[in-house]
Every structure is written in C-alpha cells, then in structure tokens.
C-alpha cells in the first residue's frame, strides 16, 4: 500500500508541477497575430497579455462589408512549442444573413473547451501554427511580440 501511495502522490506532484509550470509560462505572453485562412476566407488577429487571449475572426466580402465576425477569449498555457487555449467564450458579433465559414468553424469547434496548436516563431516578424482540429492546416502569420517567457524573437 505503501508504494501505491508513493507513486500516486509522486504522479500527482509530476502532473501539478506541469500544470503551473504551463500556466506561468502561458501567462507571459505579450502577442498580437495577424493572419488570413484562405480555406475559410477569414481574418484572425489574435492578442494574448498576461495569459488572457481575445481573438477576432473576421469574414467580409469583396465590398469590404462584414459577414460575419465572432470573438473568443481563452486562456493560454504553454509547454514548449504547443499553446493550449482553454476557450471559455465564443460570441458572434456580427450575425450575417447566411452560415458561412466563419460560422461553421465556430459552430464546430464551440464543442471543444481545450484547443491546442503548435505555435513556431521563425525570425522577427513571422509565425506558424500548425492546427489539426477541424482540419490540418498551417496558418503563417505576423507576430509582435511574444509568446512566453522563453520566446527568443532572434532565432532563425
């Protein structure tokens, strides 16, 4: 009986230790993104501050009018490479007169609370996050800033 308390408390203290680690590091970041999915025809500027994400993602059409916009906020945990947003808002601002894109995305991924993306920083300026749900895609976008406190905007 003795180990099995050794090792459970020894799994939960492993598991805890990740947990803050995640969630100090995810609290440094200091990041606006600017990207366009092409697949959905969509603008996403993302902002992160002291662990708090806000999203905005934008439809319009070739008039420059918008069809729909929706904002989701999040909190963020990092590990590495891999942000974990845990969603806990997703409202539309917009409501359009017509389901597009922007809406299915939103409409799918309002199940999931947990979000997680590999985020790379390469050079100044540019970054690359690699999504899986609802479909593998790269999305190349602009950051500036940072996105956690081991974020070295210098690498190549």
């Not at 891999?82 to 894109?101: E, H, N």
């Not at 809406?103 to 790379?120: A, P, T, V």
């Amino acid at each position: 009986m003795n180990r099995f308390l050794i090792f459970s408390f020894t799994l939960f203290a492993l598991i805890a230790t990740g947990l803050v680690y995640a969630f100090l590091n995810g609290s440094s970041c200091r990041y606006s993104i600017s990207l366009y999915v092409g697949e959905d025809d969509r603008y996403v500027f993302i902002t992160c501050y002291r662990g708090k994400v806000v999203a905005l993602q934008t439809r319009q059409n070739e008039q420059g009018e918008i069809l729909s916009k929706w904002k989701v906020e999040a909190r963020h945990f990092r590990l590495s490479s891999q942000s974990i947003y845990f969603v806990y808002s997703r409202t539309p601002l917009v409501y359009g007169s017509q389901v597009d894109a922007n809406d299915r995305f939103n409409e799918i991924s309002s199940g999931f609370k947990l979000l997680f993306y590999n985020m790379q920083r390469r050079g100044d300026n540019d970054v690359y996050i690699f999504q899986e749900f609802p479909r593998y895609y790269v999305h190349k976008g602009t950051i500036d800033g940072v996105l956690d406190a081991w974020d070295d905007t210098n690498q190549l």
